[in-house]
């Protein structure tokens, strides 16, 4: 294969990632391997074993005689993400504060410039694409081959519900998403210092702050109404 050929097979699966990343690409959409082989100018061969490749890392789910299939967000995914999502991340910040290396650290710091940049753009996918780099940074300076894997299937799914989080039109969020930029700053500090006790809490106060919006995400209209209090009014009405 050229190396002309070997770029626009890279260029094509970055490209994929940030689609599905961003919800370009919906969860649970199939794609259209003629499109794709026709915008990408690459041929059926590479593309599927591109495919292929973003299968093994989450990004989709390949189906016999149906193709590819953006990865869906279904309950089960999400009912897993809650149970998995504190306790990788607190493991894996624990982890990188232990193992960091300079270069690393460099390119964290970098990564945080970028964020913050989005940020003052109010470029809602630049926010959500650096804020997974970042975590994905420091999944990689957990160096742990059991850890990092589900780190970064657990940041497909929680970047693109990020991109509701990271939506500057989204006003009751926007105290939180200034707390969470600066717990940004608080990760680079507590690493380079080597504080794994401190990085694994920051991790879970760093979850908490989104949780309730991944939560509001994820439940249907109706369900957020107050059934509770609406319910005891009801019963004491029908008494009187």
């Known amino acids: 294969m050229s190396e002309k050929s070997i770029n626009k097979k890279v260029q094509c ?3 994929i990632r940030q689609r599905i990343l961003t919800q ?11 499109e794709l082989s026709e915008a990408y100018q690459i041929s059926r061969p590479p593309l599927r074993e591109l495919l292929n490749q973003l299968a093994g890392e989450g990004y989709v ?3 016999k005689n149906r193709g590819a299939q953006v990865a869906p967000m279904t309950h089960k995914t ?4 809650f149970m998995a999502a504190p306790m990788l991340y607190a493991a894996v910040s624990r982890l990188a504060a232990e193992h960091a290396t300079q270069a690393q650290l460099m390119r964290l710091k970098d990564a945080q410039t970028l964020f913050r940049k989005a940020i003052r753009e109010g470029d809602t996918a630049q926010r959500a694409l650096m804020n997974q780099r970042f975590h994905a940074i420091i999944g990689e300076m957990a160096d742990n081959e059991f850890l990092t894997p589900s780190l970064r299937r657990l940041l497909i799914d929680h970047t693109r519900i990020g991109m509701a989080f990271y939506n500057p039109r989204n006003q ?17 500090a507590l690493i380079e210092t080597g504080d794994a006790d401190g990085a694994a809490q ?33 019963t004491q009405k029908g008494t009187q």
Do not use: K
């Not at 999400?78 to 993400?81: D, G």
């Not at 991790?203 to 005891?232: K, N």
């Open 13 to 15: 699966a970055e490209d």
């Open 24 to 34: 370009a690409f919906q969860p649970g959409a199939y794609l259209d391997e003629a």
């Open 61 to 63: 789910v390949l189906h």
């Open 78 to 81: 999400m009912r897993n993400f």
């Open 172 to 188: 009751s969020m926007a105290t939180q998403r200034d707390i969470a930029a600066d717990q940004h700053d608080q990760f680079i």
């Open 202 to 234: 920051l991790a879970l106060d760093h979850w908490e702050l989104s949780r309730a919006e991944i939560e509001s995400f994820i439940t249907p209209v109706g369900m957020q109404i107050p059934l509770g209090p609406a319910l005891g009014a009801a």
